[in-house]
């Protein structure tokens, strides 16, 4: 019902940082949420992240892209995916294996139909997996991540045990404040353009951040 449901209320086509790759994406994020929530029948459901193509995985998708041996051959995580777009980069890269992870069933949804969408095989995992260690993984990818306080600080936790397992892990990040910028290094930046609608801005400047 939910893959119904993308396919319904999306249109595929492209974001613009990362025209080579092709998504269901949504023209109003308002109307679609609300939709959303008529679907499940629950108000304050968290925004439909699944629809659109964010500044940070759109910087971090065109990273990968452009540097394919950073993912080449390796086993990919990308962390609250949202589109997918960046686990979309990394199967188009050359990974070895690509799993795309979220706890909504829509965005798993919107996930396997971009990847049918673009000819790639990416793999899904529903579920939290930030109290783990990402075992099985040589890569972790996570774009907009640092979007509130409380994921924070779950997430410099879990990049620390990543770290110690030697694991390559990018933040792709424009600019949100509870990024702590101090435990990161620059890799990156790019000029973004985004939906106004969801943005305070037409282009946002991002980066994409390793851990020091």
């Known amino acids: 019902m939910t893959a119904a449901f993308v396919r319904a ?7 613009p940082h990362v025209p080579e790759i092709q998504l269901y994406l949504a023209e109003d994020a308002f109307d679609l ?10 108000k304050g459901l968290a925004p439909p992240f699944w629809a659109f193509a964010w500044a940070g995985g759109q910087a971090l998708a065109r990273y ?18 949202g589109c997918g777009i960046v686990a979309l980069a990394a199967a ?9 992870n979220e706890i909504d ?10 990847a049918e969408a673009n000819g790639l095989t990416v ?18 990818l996570a774009g907009d991540i640092f979007y509130d306080t409380a994921v924070t600080s779950r997430m410099m936790p879990f990049i620390r045990r990543l770290q110690a397992r030697d694991v390559t892990v990018l933040v792709g990040d424009p600019g949100r404040k509870h990024l702590p910028r101090e435990q990161f290094s620059q890799v ?11 943005e305070d801005a037409e282009i946002k400047t991002t980066t994409v951040w390793r851990p020091l």
């Open 33 to 42: 949420w609300e939709r959303v929530e008529a679907e499940i029948g629950e």
């Open 123 to 140: 793999q899904t995992e529903f579920g939290d997996m930030v109290d783990g260690d990402a075992e099985g993984f040589d890569v972790v």
């Open 64 to 81: 990968v892209l452009d540097n394919p041996s950073l993912v080449a051959g390796r086993s990919v995580l990308d962390l609250a995916a």
């Open 92 to 100: 188009k890269a050359g990974a070895r294996r690509v799993v795309a």
């Open 188 to 198: 990156a930046q790019y000029e973004v353009p985004v939906p106004k609608a969801l």
């Open 105 to 114: 069933q829509f965005a798993i949804d919107a996930i396997v139909l971009n």
């Open 9 to 15: 209320h999306t249109r595929l086509g492209v974001a």
